[in-house]
């Protein structure tokens, strides 16, 4: 049999060999994935998934689309590839969980200048890892060489992921009212929003990034702001099991003032105490290398909250003895007042 092989496209500056390389290199992590419903066959025209819909009377499909954004060029400084596809993942499943639906599967998109097989399989390593972290399987995916679109080294991610839930079950914010309990889940630092505003704060291609930090627990700057999105699917899960969640926020661009509001029903407003969020080092050192005010670090990083829950405050004590056990320091860092919006004092 002959196998697939243009000169005259590779002539052009794409090698499809190194294609099917990067495929063969992908399957043992997309192997780490597989859960029930997945059918994978990677390197397929389709990814085929088969729903367990048993006990749901009306199942509805969730999806999320996202990438990492300018995160990209600190991975491509420090040549660090591997975490990269956590965050590709995370902030998809992440918006996925915020309705209360499980994620079922992700597919990965990458758009490469040059197609290095190893380094693709790097990048698909850490897509995997967080699929695993959120329960999901990878089925699927596509990488694309753009020569003379994209320098060599560079490339782009992007994702999408589709969840399901039973409507009834679905979080619809409708039930939230003043005197409920805001609960706050820690984040692994600025997660995968604002780095455009972290690259005109520091130099990113300084050797000073590389400089172990005592405030930041003795990791560099580069280590820190490179930490990868924290995934909250199985915590939430948990925490659905036995409590009335009435709204979830991810937090990521825009803040604090653009994503909790959107789980708010009219006529709620989300009182939030500065003095109750732990917030770590690794802000402070963007704040006063950008010259950031407050409000405006609030207005465009998490500062310490990944993800905010709504609960009853009859609730929130289970709520937080749940998420505990679950691996997540929650706390509480405001309660719903009559207004709208957010105010934070």
């Known amino acids: 049999m002959e196998k697939s092989y243009s000169e005259a496209y590779a002539a052009a500056g794409v090698d499809i060999t190194a294609g099917y390389r990067a495929v063969e290199l992908m ?3 997309v192997a780490r994935t597989v859960i029930p419903g997945a059918d994978t066959d990677i390197g397929g025209f389709g990814g085929l998934f088969v729903p367990n819909i048993a006990g ?3 199942p509805v499909l969730v999806s999320g689309t996202d990438g990492v954004g ?3 060029k600190l991975a491509m400084v420090a040549d660090k590839h591997d975490t990269i596809g956590i965050d590709a993942v995370a902030m998809c499943v992440n918006d996925i969980i915020c309705s209360g639906a499980k994620p079922l599967f992700f597919l990965d998109y990458i758009a490469c200048g040059k197609n290095f097989p190893e380094k693709i399989a790097e990048i698909v390593g850490g ?3 967080g699929c695993v972290r959120a329960g999901c399987a990878l089925i699927g995916g596509e990488t694309a060489e753009h020569p003379g679109m994209m320098p060599d080294e560079e490339y782009d991610i992007a994702g999408f992921a ?3 839930a039973d409507r009834k079950k679905m979080i619809d914010n409708k039930t939230t009212k003043p005197g409920d309990v805001i609960i706050a889940l820690p984040s692994t630092g600025v997660h995968s929003n604002g780095f455009s505003l972290v690259r005109r704060a520091f130099d990113v291609e300084s050797p000073e990034m590389l400089v172990p930090q005592e405030k930041l627990g003795g ?6 702001l490179l930490e990868p999105t924290k995934i909250y699917v199985k ?3 948990a925490l659905l099991e036995k409590v009335s969640v009435k709204g979830i926020s991810h937090i990521t661009g ?3 003032y653009e994503n909790i509001p959107r789980s708010l029903p009219d006529g709620c407003c989300a009182k939030i105490r500065k003095s109750s969020i732990k917030i770590p080092a690794l802000f402070d050192f963007i704040a006063e290398a950008g010259k950031v005010s407050e409000r405006d670090m609030f207005n465009t990083y998490n500062m310490g909250v990944g993800m905010s829950v709504t609960v009853a405050k009859e609730d929130a004590e289970l709520a937080i003895e749940i998420l505990r056990a679950n691996g997540e320091d929650a706390y509480i860092i405001g309660e719903i007042i009559a207004g709208d919006g957010i105010e934070i004092i």
């Open 254 to 256: 825009g803040g604090f």
């Open 70 to 72: 300018t995160k990209l």
């Open 219 to 224: 990791k560099s700057l580069m280590e820190a």
């Open 127 to 129: 897509v995997a890892e």
């Open 56 to 58: 749901m009377e009306e």
């Open 27 to 29: 399957k043992r992590h």
């Open 162 to 164: 589709v969840g399901i």
């Open 235 to 237: 915590p939430i899960l």
